[in-house]
């Protein structure tokens, strides 16, 4: 069963730092893409990372402060944030560019003084 988890969200300062996992099941890690998104409140979920074999894209309000990275040894992607703002409260997930349509629950991610 195509299956996408989520994990490593939590509560922290502004300035600080959370490690998110996502680790994808059956076939559904792609080798050319996996992608984080989140949704925070109020907004529509919006794009936040592609992770290719190759390289890896931002979206703008994140560039310089998140990191992404896989290892498919472990159909595992990652999203190394730092630098966290209030504004990146939001529950975030991972995507597979080989199965649109699946989506996992998310991870909460709490940035608050």
């Known amino acids: 069963q195509a299956q996408l988890v989520e994990s490593g969200g939590g509560s922290v300062h502004p300035g600080g730092s959370l490690t998110l996992s996502c680790r994808a099941s059956?076939?559904?890690?792609?080798?050319?893409?996996m992608a984080w998104y989140r949704q925070v409140p109020g907004k529509q979920r919006e794009w936040v990372a592609i992770?290719?074999?190759?390289?890896?894209h931002y979206a703008d309000f994140v560039r310089g402060r998140f990191i992404g990275s896989r290892d498919d040894a472990k159909n595992t992607v990652y999203l190394h944030m730092s630098s966290l703002e209030s504004e990146d409260t939001g529950v975030y997930y991972c995507?597979?560019?080989?199965?649109?349509?699946?989506w996992g629950r998310g991870t909460q991610v709490t940035v608050s003084s």
């Open positions: 059956g076939s559904i890690f792609s080798e050319s893409a």
């Open positions: 995507h597979s560019g080989a199965a649109p349509t699946v």
């Open positions: 992770i290719t074999d190759i390289t890896t």
